[in-house]
């Protein structure tokens, strides 16, 4: 909504260049009228909040902003991050994820609906007459500080405390490829100032490939390591990594959590999903893009992260 805080923050950003406008996505109309005079659009669908947990209505979202883009008589170039089709995937490369049961809110019997609703979407997008690129984007790095676990532990003797990190046992060779979502935005920039480049291509952005205890390992030393200004040595705050298995992990969260659970299994599951991302290519698009490591110590202040990991 223009009226919210976000909408605020961004009309904030560039005063006189930034004009925010109000589009439905229930709506074709709506969306057409936001993208009038536009020349270009990037389009992202919300799952979880706007389209409510429904692949359906998503999918909906999707297609009402493709098909005003093509209407428009200014939008040259449509930028979509969608995903892969994994439904299709986990039958044809038999991936062994779980499918989704009839009647689960966010589900249609797909393993991640939402992955097959923006890959249906994308599929619609390749049928009309109008330029799009598609983005695909791997593991958010901000996700390893929910997939990780993390909690606190006090001993009643002592009163230390003791930070948890809980990784996954089983698969734990499994790399996971991720990349912030801080480096989406540069990257969709890039590709609109030379859109002829890239028209009709798939772009899968990844800055790095962890295992998840490897991921435990740069957060335990980035996060839980601090300068002593007396011996001028590093005091390292006690953390216990702990050995969880996905199922158990994924059993106990919520909604998100567990979808969280099921993308971790797949994005660790076969080289055939990783090779439709490369770190070549994303650094080429985007020079800048940090490594899980390096974007980890230029956050380490970040009030968010360090409150998720029981730090202050």
Not at 23 to 28: I, K, S
Request: charged share 35%; glycine share 6%.
């Amino acid at each position: 909504h223009p009226d919210s805080d976000k909408a605020k923050a961004v009309k904030a950003l560039d005063p006189e260049r930034v004009t925010l406008v109000r589009a439905d996505f229930d709506d074709v109309a709506s969306c057409a009228d936001a993208v009038k005079g536009a020349d270009g659009a990037f389009l992202v669908t919300d799952f979880y909040g706007g389209a409510g947990m429904d692949p359906d209505v998503e999918e909906q979202h999707a297609r009402n902003v493709i098909d005003a883009c093509e209407e428009s008589k200014t939008v040259r170039h449509l930028v979509f991050s969608t995903l892969e089709g994994v439904e299709e995937m986990n039958r044809e490369l038999k991936l062994g994820l779980e499918t989704v049961k009839e009647g689960e809110v966010n589900g249609k019997g797909d393993p991640l609906s939402q992955f097959d609703a923006k890959a249906r979407a994308a599929a619609y997008a390749h049928t009309k007459r109008l330029s799009v690129t598609y983005v695909l984007m791997p593991v958010y790095s901000e996700e390893f500080f929910k997939l990780l676990d993390p909690t606190t532990a006090v001993d009643e003797k002592t009163g230390e405390t003791t930070h948890v990190l809980s990784v996954p046992s089983d698969h734990e060779d499994a790399q996971v490829m991720c990349m912030s979502v801080d480096e989406l935005g540069p990257a969709v920039a890039n590709i609109f100032d030379s859109y002829q480049v890239y028209a009709g291509h798939e772009i899968g952005l990844v800055t790095d490939f962890v295992t998840m205890s490897e991921a435990a390992e740069m957060i335990k030393d980035v996060f839980f390591s601090e300068k002593d200004d007396k011996t001028g040595g590093v005091k390292k705050t006690k953390i216990e990594k702990k050995d969880a298995t996905k199922d158990l992990r994924i059993e106990k969260g919520d909604t998100f959590a567990k979808d969280l659970g099921q993308m971790f299994r797949y994005y660790s599951k076969t080289d055939a999903v990783k090779k439709r991302r490369s770190v070549a290519k994303t650094m080429q698009l985007v020079p800048d893009a940090r490594p899980l490591r390096k974007w980890l110590e230029e956050n380490r202040d970040n009030a968010e992260f360090r409150q998720m990991l029981g730090l202050r």
